[in-house]
T-cell receptor
Framework: KAGVTQTPRYLIKTRGQQVTLSCSPISGHRSVSWYQQTPGQGLQFLFEYFSETQRNKGNFPGRFSGRQFSNSRSEMNVSTLELGDSALYLC???????????????FGPGTRLLVL | AQRVTQPEKLLSVFKGAPVELKCNYSYSGSPELFWYVQYSRQRLQLLLRHISRESIKGFTADLNKGETSFHLKKPFAQEEDSAMYYCALGSSYKLIFGSGTRLLVRP
């Protein structure tokens, strides 16, 4: 099976702009999660989607949003970019366990965002 | 609060030496714990999870609920084990990661 793919891989934006990142999960995976990775804060959870519904959201400002489409593909959007948003944004997909137990998450290569 | 602590930023050992990467967690309930690894220029990938109780690449990890620990161990380190290792706690459809430990295995 093809792995999780993310586009674009690299992005340079300026403060105040907005950005949209895309994630295609492994075929058959219906849960998609997003994480932000920075040297200072490490890996931090942004949000998780299943069947187009956000089931959990991390502690990030409202400038960070996401959505999932009926084919399980997901996008995240960051509006009014700040310098501190520079990071590697990782997408992960997983099967959805019927009891809600945490399934293994398979990560994409990430999108590296640089805000100038 | 739910939290994962990896006290060592860097662990340097010689090839053939035993390795133990420490992980402590804070969680009320039955935890779901994972070790993820990131090799140079590769994506983050699962190494093992506590419910499977299997050994991957010679690594094992035992959940100790009394000490709230999930340390990763390998009896004889190999140079190809050099990587970044993250302990993670699964909760409410998300993973809570520790800050990671860089393992450097010297020849």
């Amino acid at each position: 099976k093809a792995g999780v793919t993310q586009t674009p891989r690299y992005l340079i934006k300026t403060r105040g702009q907005q950005v949209t990142l895309s994630c295609s999960p492994i075929s058959g995976h219906r849960s998609v999660s997003w994480y932000q990775q920075t040297p200072g804060q490490g890996l931090q959870f942004l949000f998780e989607y299943f069947s187009e519904t956000q089931r959990n959201k991390g502690n990030f400002p409202g400038r960070f949003s996401g959505r999932q489409f009926s084919n399980s593909r997901s996008e995240m959007n960051v509006s009014t970019l700040e310098l501190g948003d520079s990071a590697l944004y990782l997408c992960a997909s997983s099967l959805a366990h019927p009891t809600g137990a945490q399934e293994t998450q398979y990560f994409g290569p990430g999108t590296r965002l640089l805000v100038l | 609060a739910q939290r994962v602590t990896q006290p060592e930023k860097l662990l340097s050992v010689f090839k053939g030496a035993p390795v133990e990467l420490k992980c402590n967690y804070s969680y009320s309930g039955s935890p779901e714990l994972f070790w993820y690894v990131q090799y140079s220029r590769q994506r983050l990938q699962l190494l093992l999870r506590h419910i499977s109780r299997e050994s991957i690449k010679g690594f094992t990890a035992d959940l100790n609920k009394g000490e709230t620990s999930f340390h990763l161990k390998k009896p004889f380190a190999q140079e190809e084990d050099s990587a970044m290792y993250y302990c993670a706690l699964g909760s409410s459809y998300k993973l809570i990661f520790g800050s990671g430990t860089r393992l450097l295995v010297r020849p």
